[in-house]
């Protein structure tokens, strides 16, 4: 294990090398750049040739993308993600500042889809082709097929506008900090209450059909008609038996599930005006901000890349059969 651990840790360097070098390209062939913006007039005035050119001077845009990357790569080395076009700010440093909300949010929804999915999921495989199966089943699919941002549009409109029973902007009110912590933590809540069920939908869906098929593959296992067969009630063999072997593929796919908690939703977050990984990532492909752009790309690669590694890994815990050479 701890071998593979190595080997696969030592592929990472290749991979990630190639996707910041596809990432970098792309960006860079993309039409606009921050000077062209200001010079349109949409961050402020036009500006002289002089000034353009000096521009593009100041943010290393007069040199070849070979020579840009390899000035990129080289403060990578350091961790240093260079300073954002936009305020100059160091990269890393809004990346802290806004992780620690898209990790609340994500976290969230990751453990509500998971309580809910499991126990749905489970009960559905023992109870195939029953009613509750059947209607759950259209339900959860006709969930998952709608748009995160169309329903995030309908609740704002319904419970956030026309009720006016649930905030739908920020991460708390202007004055929340005011009002003691229990009535802070409470605001706190209120205004995750929204962006958490549009981010969980879809999730408890596709989980609840994932664990359903998984455990209706260990049920036809010939070892759980020998453990009916002893006479066990089928609390115990769903619980003893089944489970533990549905639980890893359920692993595999939460490994997987990783770099959402850090990447964040994009269009959600904007949506909501969420303060995290996702609207800063939404603004500065706006305003061509490349050295965030590159940071959170780089970031979002190595936790997908860590993800399929976890996720490996917990399978070799949950199942003692997988051996890795």
């Not at 593979?4 to 062939?29: C, K, Q």
């Not at 209450?193 to 879809?202: A, D, N, S």
């Not at 009630?233 to 489970?243: G, Q, T």
């Amino acid at each position: 294990m701890l071998f593979y651990t190595l080997r696969r840790l030592a592929y990472l360097i290749p991979t990630l090398l190639g996707i910041t070098i596809v990432t970098f390209v792309l960006i860079s062939l993309a039409p606009g750049n921050p000077v062209d913006l200001i010079q349109s007039g949409v961050m402020s005035s036009g500006i002289s040739i002089e000034g353009y050119n000096e521009m593009l001077r100041l943010y290393g845009l007069d040199k070849p993308i070979l020579i840009r990357y390899g000035v990129w790569l080289e403060r990578l080395l350091t961790l240093d993600f260079g300073n954002s076009f936009l305020d100059h700010r160091p990269v890393i440093v809004k990346i802290w500042e806004r992780l620690p909300a898209t990790l609340i949010l994500n976290l969230a929804s990751l453990a509500l889809a998971s309580l809910l999915a499991i126990p749905l999921g489970l009960y559905s495989a023992v109870r195939q082709y029953s009613l509750f199966d059947k209607l759950g089943g259209t339900i959860l699919y006709m969930l998952y097929s709608l748009p995160e941002f169309w329903v995030a549009v309908v609740l704002i409109m319904v419970f956030g506008v026309k009720l006016q029973a649930l905030p739908f902007i920020g991460m708390e009110s202007v004055d929340a900090r005011e009002l003691g912590f229990f009535p802070y933590l409470w605001d706190r809540i209120l205004h995750m209450i929204l962006p958490t069920i549009c981010l969980t939908y879809g999730s408890l869906a596709y989980l609840s059909r994932f664990v359903r098929g998984s455990t209706l593959e260990v049920i036809r296992q010939d070892y759980i008609r020998t453990a009916r067969a002893k006479g066990l009630d089928d609390a115990r063999v769903v619980y003893r038996h089944v489970f533990k072997n549905t639980l890893i593929p359920v692993l595999t796919l939460l490994g997987i599930l990783l770099p959402t908690l850090i990447s964040g939703s994009v269009i959600l977050e904007y949506i909501f005006s969420w303060p995290g990984i996702g609207q800063l990532f939404f603004e500065a492909v706006l305003s061509r901000d490349y050295p965030t752009v590159m940071g959170l790309s780089f970031m979002t690669a190595v936790m997908v890349l860590l993800g399929t590694l976890v996720a490996d890994l917990l399978c070799a815990w949950a199942d003692p059969r997988i051996t890795y050479e």
